[in-house]
């Protein structure tokens, strides 16, 4: 990893000494990751104040708030696709990890088994039942508290899930078909039902509580075999327990920066064109040669295949724009990703202000 | 089981020198230590606000004139083990500034950024929706 120290004030009055590098090189160390052959060059973010005489990189929120910019690009129930420019990489990731791990959700986390006769151990029907995502709004429950086993209206969502397997009366004598020689014989998570505790029953009237999905496999039965099962749903953080997470993932990428240092033409643009995914490199009619050209840099995966071949591998710059991140979130379905991206960036907030507040509190002592 | 994760958190700060004292609401800070050169140590929290809290006080402002130094000279982080949820948040400073100083500013730099991100982010999906609207 390349270190920089700052010029002594020596060198600094020396005029004769000058940065080693011309300034476009600066730039490209400032702003850019390089994918190498055999390694990831630039990967730290090194714009700190000091570290580049000439350059003024103290935080300035003015300046900040000059060069940020978020692009949606595209977003539907599910998925959220948006770019966030101008940020540094620590407070993006920071947003990557809440998103994943400290955004709180409603899931079940008591089962109260009164009866399974299935051949699914309890504890794995447990386990699964707590995978389940839960649709309802966590922001309008609260944490519960840890000695309170029973759990309140204001904490706890109550679910029931109650089938019995018996023989079809009505199938045909010699069919081999479960679906029909069985009724109930396989249990879905549409089968739980939501028990109201308290005022629940009038304040979410409106508001069906349930699991998200309703054909989600959880057990499988046989005539006789039973399943009553009472759940209580808490509020949670992904930390504790990855069924908490509300977002079936959210990742980003840096975007691609692919440079041609030199014209490159006829057959040698055509394997060119292959070395990346589809839609990146575009073969021109120039003069009557094929000349190709960048023009969606956006779509590559940066496989780096051009760099296995000898005579393409000089011709082509592959890096990434350190501030640009593409993000992708997307949900299981409790909220909608662009609430989830709000509630991710209001715990950041509230980080800070619990810290600050305790600084206050240490200050005055 | 479920933990409470909100709440229940509190900094504990010692000072290098010989004498290493854990500073809680109730006790008084005063000792010969530098006070430029303290060790936060937070609990029930990571990289997550680690790297970017670290990140934020490397880039603060500076009030000394001379455009080389800055107040911070040293900012880093370390999680002490991946089996407890703390990190030793590491601050020195330079000219005697106290050390709670770059951390405030830091936490609040810090929050303005998510503010800022946050409005940026509100507006841009409600510009989003308003111009799918027409279309379905």
Redesign the interface.
């Known amino acids: 990893m390349e270190v920089f120290y ?2 002594s ?1 020596q060198e ?1 009055n020396d005029t004769t000494t000058k940065m080693a590098a011309p300034m476009s090189n600066v730039d490209e160390i400032r702003n850019r990751v390089i994918l190498g052959e055999f390694g990831v060059k630039n990967v730290h ?1 090194t714009d ?3 570290n580049y005489p000439g350059y ?4 300035d ?1 003015e300046k ?2 000059k060069t ?5 690009v595209h ?1 539907d129930e599910d998925t959220l696709e ?1 770019d ?1 420019i101008g ?2 990489a ?2 993006a ?2 947003f990557r ?2 998103l994943l ?2 955004v709180p959700t409603m899931a079940i ?1 008591k089962v109260f088994i009164y009866n399974n006769t299935s051949i699914i151990q309890d504890e794995i029907l447990a386990h699964r039942l707590g995978l389940v995502p839960i649709k309802a709004d966590p922001r309008l429950f609260e ?4 000695e309170d086993q029973e759990g309140t209206e204001i904490d706890t969502i109550q679910l029931q899930l109650k089938v019995k397997c018996t023989r079809n009366p009505r199938a045909p004598k010699d069919s081999s078909d479960p679906k029909e020689l069985y009724l109930n014989h396989m249990v879905y998570s549409g089968d739980i039902k939501w028990l109201p505790i308290g005022n629940q029953a009038d304040v979410f009237a409106d508001a069906k509580i349930g699991p998200v999905h309703g054909d989600i496999l959880l057990a499988q039965l046989r005539p006789g075999q039973e399943l009553d099962v009472v759940m209580h749903c ?1 509020k ?2 992904g ?3 990855a069924k908490f997470s509300p977002v079936a993932t959210a990742s980003y990428r840096l975007l691609p920066e692919i440079t041609l240092l030199q014209t490159i033409e006829g057959e040698q643009a055509e394997r060119l064109k292959r070395c990346f995914s589809p839609g990146v490199i575009e073969i021109q009619n120039v003069n009557g040669r094929k000349v190709a050209k960048v023009v969606n840099s956006r779509l590559d995966t940066c496989s780096r295949e051009v760099l296995r071949h000898d005579d393409l591998k000089n011709l082509v710059k592959l890096g990434r724009v350190r501030d640009h991140f593409i993000f992708s979130v997307e949900s299981t379905g409790i909220l909608p990703p ?1 609430v989830l ?2 509630e991710a ?2 715990v ?9 507040t ?2 206050d ?3 005055m ?1 | 089981m479920t933990h409470m994760i909100c709440g229940q958190q509190h900094i504990h700060a010692a000072s290098t020198g010989h004498v290493e004292r854990a500073i809680d609401a109730n006790m008084v800070r005063t000792d010969g230590a530098d006070e430029g050169c303290v060790t936060f140590v937070l609990h029930e929290e990571d990289h997550t606000l680690g790297n970017s809290l670290r990140y934020m006080i490397m880039k603060s402002l500076s009030r000394v004139v001379c455009f080389y130094s800055q107040d911070v000279e040293f900012c880093g982080y370390s999680i002490t083990h991946p089996s407890e949820s703390k990190i030793n948040f590491r601050i020195q400073t330079r000219d005697g500034v106290a050390a709670s100083e770059p951390l405030r500013s830091g936490l609040n730099n810090l929050t303005e950024v998510c503010k800022h991100v946050l409005h940026t982010f509100e507006a841009r999906m409600q510009a989003f929706r308003d111009k799918e609207e027409p279309m379905s």
Not at chain 1, 68 to 72: A, K, S
Not at chain 1, 143 to 146: G, H, I, Q, S
Not at chain 1, 348 to 356: A, E, H, R, T, Y
Request: aromatic residues 10%; contains cysteine.
């Open positions: 700052p010029l004030a600094k973010t700190y104040p000091g003024d990189d103290t935080w929120l900040f708030k940020f910019r978020i692009d949606i977003s948006f966030m940020i540094d620590s407070i990731n920071a990890r809440i791990a400290e986390e944490y519960r508290n840890p808490v949670g953080i930390k504790d327990h662009d991206v709000t960036i209001n950041l907030i509230s980080k800070c202000q619990k810290f600050l305790e600084l509190m240490a200050e002592d």
